[in-house]
C-alpha cells in the first residue's frame, strides 16, 4: 500500500468553479501535511501547509481528518492561472522522512 | 526566502560517464534531499541527508551515490549513467524534523543517451 494516494485526475473544470481533492494517508502517527502545487516541467511550490484545525489562504481552504486519515484542498472561482498539478505530501514515521503522492492534474477552461 | 540552487538545468550525458548533481542551499537547514521524478511514477526518494556526512538510503537508491562534506551542499552522483537515469532531479531541503515544508530547488532534467 502506498502511503499517500491522490485520485490524478485530471479534473477538468470551467474557470469560476470550485473543485476538491483528497489525499490519504497510511501511517497515523504522521504530523506534518502539505499541499504543493508543481507546474509543467518545474519543481513542486508550496501551495500550504495544512493544520488540525483546517486553514484557509483566499481561495484555497486546507482540512485534515485524522480519524479517517486524509487530508482536502478546495479550490474556490477557479482561475485559469490555477491550472496545474496538486501534490500532497505528508511526513513519516521519521520525522525527517516526507512522502508524496502521485498529484491530481487540474484543468482549468475558459 | 529560501534558495536552493541546482547547477545545472539540463544535462546530456553518455551512457557510462560518471554524473555530479550539485544542489546548494543558504537556509542552514539540516536535512537534504535527492528525488527523481517520472511521469506516471511521481517523486520518488533517491537519498537523503539529516546531517554533515550523514546520508541514508530512499527507496530507489541504487546505481546512484551522495556526497555531503559541508552542511550547504548535497552532491548526487551517477557512478556510471545508464539510459534508464534519464530523468527530472530534483534537490530540496528542510529543517530537522519535518515539521516545516521542504523547499525545492528548480530541477535538472537529465538526459544519457
Known amino acids: 500500500r502506498k502511503e499517500v494516494e491522490q485520485d490524478p485526475g485530471p479534473f477538468n473544470v470551467p474557470e469560476g468553479a470550485t473543485v476538491a481533492f483528497n489525499c490519504t494517508y497510511s501511517?497515523?502517527?504522521?504530523?506534518?501535511f502539505f499541499w504543493y502545487r508543481q507546474d509543467c516541467r518545474k519543481e513542486p511550490k508550496l501551495l500550504m501547509s495544512?493544520?488540525?484545525s483546517g486553514n484557509e489562504d483566499g481561495r484555497f481552504t486546507a482540512q485534515l481528518n485524522r480519524a479517517s486519515q486524509y487530508i482536502s484542498l478546495l479550490i474556490r472561482d477557479s482561475k485559469l492561472s490555477d491550472s496545474a498539478t496538486y501534490l500532497c505530501?505528508?511526513?513519516?514515521?521519521?520525522?525527517?522522512?516526507?512522502?508524496f503522492g502521485s498529484g491530481t492534474k487540474l484543468n482549468v477552461k475558459p | 526566502d529560501v534558495k536552493v540552487t541546482q547547477s545545472s538545468r539540463y544535462l546530456v550525458k553518455r551512457t557510462g560517464e560518471k554524473v555530479f548533481l550539485e544542489c546548494v542551499q543558504d537556509?542552514?537547514?539540516?536535512?537534504m534531499f535527492w528525488y527523481r521524478q517520472d511521469p506516471g511514477l511521481g517523486l520518488r526518494l533517491i537519498y537523503f541527508?539529516?546531517?554533515?556526512?550523514?546520508?541514508e538510503k530512499g527507496d530507489i537508491p541504487e546505481g546512484y551515490s551522495v556526497s555531503r562534506e559541508k552542511k550547504e551542499r548535497f552532491s548526487l552522483i551517477l557512478e556510471s549513467a545508464s539510459t534508464n537515469q534519464t530523468s527530472m532531479y530534483l534537490c530540496?531541503?528542510?529543517?530537522?524534523?519535518?515539521?516545516?515544508?521542504?523547499?525545492f530547488g528548480n530541477g535538472t532534467r537529465l538526459t544519457v543517451t
Open positions: 530540496a531541503s528542510s529543517t530537522r524534523g519535518a515539521v516545516l515544508p521542504l523547499h
Open positions: 501511517n497515523s502517527a504522521s504530523q506534518s
Open positions: 495544512v493544520y488540525s
Open positions: 505530501v505528508v511526513n513519516g514515521d521519521n520525522f525527517n522522512k516526507f512522502y
Open positions: 537556509m542552514d537547514h539540516e536535512n
Open positions: 541527508s539529516y546531517d554533515v556526512k550523514m546520508k
